[in-house]
């Protein structure tokens, strides 16, 4: 079974500061994991996936994730908060063959000014 | 190229009722999947259509249906309405498996669904 735990459902951190947000999967086959973001009232927007070709991905707007199979985890990371970041982040997980994705509950982050 | 869309933006319902609920796919993705996002949680799976065949679907009841035409697009059919049913619907596209990778899904905007 797949399945994706996000830890700490709210991250508050300060404008300029390091981002992270955890993701721990769990999955009994190689998978393929995703972050999204949602800005409030809308859909989902893909930040980054990452699809076994290399460990460290990059994203959109200076995100990147890193696959580490020893820790089961897929944590999201920016160098450098900015205002526009806020919004919620959801670590999603699927594997080969499977039809649809498996979502955490999301992490809300709050950029303080 | 146009991204998902999906109609109504915002909808409000009965206990009982039934609605429907459209989305068109993004230009050229053959794949349309569903989900309920509920207040304060994670998109869940409900079901995904491929070449107007259901392809996968989630622990929903029946009462939950679809459709996918010829263009790709897509409904969704709630019967019964329940109040938990109250929630936001995204669809989601994607060109499905290609070349044995599963494609990424791309999500509209969602509609807000409110059953009193």
């Known amino acids: 079974a797949q399945s994706v735990t996000q830890l700490g459902s709210h991250v508050s951190v300060s404008e300029g500061a390091l981002v992270l947000l955890r993701c721990n999967y769990s999955?009994?086959?190689?998978?393929?994991l995703f972050w999204y973001v949602q800005y409030p009232n809308q859909g989902l927007q893909l930040l980054l996936k990452?699809?076994?070709?290399?460990?460290l991905v990059k994203g959109i707007n200076g995100f990147e994730a890193e696959f580490k199979k020893s820790e089961t985890s897929f944590h999201l990371t920016k160098p450098s908060a900015h205002m526009s970041d806020a919004a919620e982040y959801f670590c999603a997980v699927t594997k080969t063959g499977a039809n649809n994705l498996f979502f955490g509950t999301g992490t809300r982050l709050t950029v303080i000014p | 190229e146009t991204g998902v869309t999906q109609s109504p933006t915002h909808l409000i319902k009965t206990r009982g009722q039934q609605v429907t609920l459209r989305c068109s796919s993004q230009?050229?993705?053959?794949?349309v999947s569903w989900y309920q996002q509920a207040l304060g949680q994670g998109p869940q799976f409900i079901f995904q259509y491929y070449r107007e065949e259901e392809n996968g679907r989630g622990n929903f009841p029946p009462r939950f249906s679809g459709l996918q035409f010829p263009n790709y697009s897509s409904e969704l059919n709630v019967n019964a309405l329940e109040l938990d049913d109250s929630a936001l619907y995204l669809c989601?596209?994607?060109?499905?498996?290609?070349?044995?990778?599963?494609?990424?899904?791309?999500f509209g905007p969602g509609t807000r669904l409110l059953v009193l």
């Open positions: 230009s050229g993705h053959n794949t």
């Open positions: 999955s009994s086959v190689p998978p393929y």
């Open positions: 989601a596209s994607s060109l499905g498996v290609v070349r044995g990778q599963r494609e990424t899904q791309y």
């Open positions: 990452y699809t076994s070709a290399a460990t």
